[in-house]
């Protein structure tokens, strides 16, 4: 168990349709890392918050936004929901601002778009 | 823009023997250098890190070696075992201190 909480762990739902994925990260941890892993793909650097201000974006679509409260969980809204959006969504924590220390994944969102 | 470019994308060998995984990077400012595990089902876990100032790590059976000039790097098990059968990712801080790049991953699959 690394400390990071995701959930829904299972989402189902119809094309353009809105979800919300939630992430608790690691107590302590202050930035909180979105990514997109489709099937038997690789990981997709989606967003990254560091407390609770946006401090990197990758290839996040306009449908998809991020934000992290003050009690540091964060959550991922997706919108207008695609069959090509079905995948697994992890989050990930860690203790620093910059990308240089180890990251603490969840177990993740397995998203099913039908 | 950032890239990272894993190989290969499948690797079967003996139990025992050793197996390597390369990477490659685009970015000169890439500073530090993770891998990661990924067993089935289940969520990535680092399993060791370089940063630049350093040209090998070793852990145990696992060991990571940096070229800085040719921009690549390399995963190194040694005895494998059955429990090393997942896929790795490669990644590499980017030229955004915030972002993390992955390679796109390496099942390694171990043959008893």
């Known amino acids: 168990d690394s400390g990071v909480t995701q959930t829904p762990k299972h989402l189902i739902t119809a094309t353009g349709q809105r979800v919300t994925l939630r992430c608790s990260p690691r107590s302590g941890d202050l930035s909180v890392y979105w990514y997109q892993q489709s099937l038997d793909q690789g990981l997709q650097f989606l967003i990254q918050?560091?407390?609770?201000?946006?401090?990197a974006k990758g290839n996040i679509l306009e449908r998809f936004s991020a934000q992290q409260f003050p009690d540091l969980h964060s959550e991922l809204n997706l919108s207008s929901l695609e069959l090509g959006d079905s995948a697994l969504y992890f989050c990930?924590?860690?203790?620093?601002?910059?990308?240089?220390?180890?990251?603490?994944f969840g177990p993740g969102t397995r998203l099913t778009v039908t | 823009g950032e890239n990272v470019e894993q190989h290969p994308s499948t690797l079967s060998v003996q139990e025992g023997d050793s197996a390597v995984i390369k990477c490659t990077y685009s970015d000169s400012a890439s500073n530090y250098f993770p891998w990661y595990k990924q067993e089935l089902g289940k969520r990535p876990q680092l399993i060791i890190d370089i940063r630049s100032n350093v040209g090998e790590k070793k852990d145990q059976r696992i060991a990571v070696t940096l070229n800085k000039t040719a921009k690549h790097f390399s995963l190194h098990i040694t005895e494998t075992q059955p429990e090393d059968s997942a896929v790795y990712f490669c990644a590499a801080r980017g030229s955004s201190a915030s972002k993390i790049i992955f390679g796109s991953g390496t099942r390694l699959s171990i043959r008893p």
């Open positions: 918050y560091y407390n609770g201000e946006e401090r």
């Open positions: 990930a924590s860690s203790v620093g601002e910059r990308a240089a220390y180890e990251q603490y």
